[in-house]
Nanobody, 127 residues
């Protein structure tokens, strides 16, 4: 399973770090992605990291503000979010798909169906 945590309420311009902890499988064998869904909107891929080719992808709206990283020793992927804005408010989900299903990080972020999904963590940017 994957468990997402780290969400909360933050003022505009603030920062949060989300964690996606994997258990029962080896993270390095999977592509991992952070997705978000705001009220009334479709879920979108925010940032993804590939286990196949090591590539990283960010959606345009978060480039330069969000950083994805993985710690295989801890079986955890992080999403460091800075300069948060109200439009970043959403439920953030992490998901995982086997490397052989996903050629690169951009493909991971475009996927709608993943093998494993976390439960979501709410990020609210307001102030």
């Amino acid at each position: 399973q994957v468990v997402a945590s780290g969400g909360g309420l933050v003022q505009p311009g603030g920062s949060l770090r989300l964690s996606c902890a994997a258990s029962g499988f080896t993270l390095g064998h999977y592509a991992i992605g952070w997705f978000r869904q705001a009220p009334g909107k479709e879920r979108e891929g925010v940032s993804c990291i590939s286990g196949s080719d090591g590539s990283i992808h960010y959606t345009d709206s978060v480039k330069g503000r969000f950083t994805i990283s993985r710690d295989d020793a801890k079986n955890t992927v992080y999403l460091q979010m800075t300069s948060l804005q109200p439009e970043d408010t959403a439920v953030y989900y992490c998901g995982a798909d086997p490397n052989h299903h996903v050629p690169n990080a951009q493909a991971m972020c475009a996927k709608r169906h993943l093998q494993r999904w976390g439960q979501g963590t709410l990020v609210t940017v307001s102030g």
